[in-house]
């Protein structure tokens, strides 16, 4: 990655994140419309609690995020590692924060897809009720 492209995203990152989280209730009355799979089906579909776990996450509240959907914050997780990696490379250091191995991220994927299904079954691991 080029330093100019580091540069934009070592200094835009953090103006979007600010932008997004002072705007935060008109953003979550305006882009977030109920899922029509759990509409229609009564079924948690994978993206079901998405918009509750953002929500939460703009609202500062880490654990409602995981119990709503672990996407988000596990996504979000990816994400600051990547821009810590971007923010040292501007620096001249090469830091390996995120997993390379393709059985990794094979493992990280069987391991969604068991909770997107299994969270259907245990109360548990479903969606807070709005």
């Known amino acids: 990655m080029t330093p100019k492209?580091?540069?934009?995203?070592v200094i835009g990152t953090p103006?979007?994140?600010a932008a997004v989280f002072l705007f935060r209730g008109a953003l979550v009355n305006f882009w977030f419309p109920p899922c029509p799979i759990r509409t229609k089906t009564g079924l948690?579909?994978?993206g079901c609690g998405n918009t509750r776990s953002v929500h939460?996450?703009?609202q500062l509240d880490f654990a409602a995020a995981l119990r709503n959907n672990v996407t988000v914050p596990f996504l979000c997780l990816l994400?600051?590692?990547f821009y810590i990696e971007?923010?040292?490379g501007l620096f001249g250091r090469k830091l390996h924060l995120l997993p390379r191995k393709g059985a990794f991220w094979y493992t990280v994927?069987?391991?969604f897809g068991v909770y997107?299904?299994?969270r259907n079954f245990i109360p548990a691991l479903q969606p807070i009720a709005q």
Do not use: G
Not at 5 to 9: N, Q, T
């Open 116 to 118: 997107f299904v299994v």
């Open 86 to 88: 971007t923010v040292a």
């Open 79 to 81: 994400f600051l590692l």
């Open 56 to 58: 939460a996450l703009l």
């Open 44 to 46: 948690y579909c994978p």
């Open 5 to 9: 492209k580091r540069l934009i995203i």
């Open 109 to 111: 994927l069987a391991i």
């Open 15 to 17: 103006l979007l994140a």
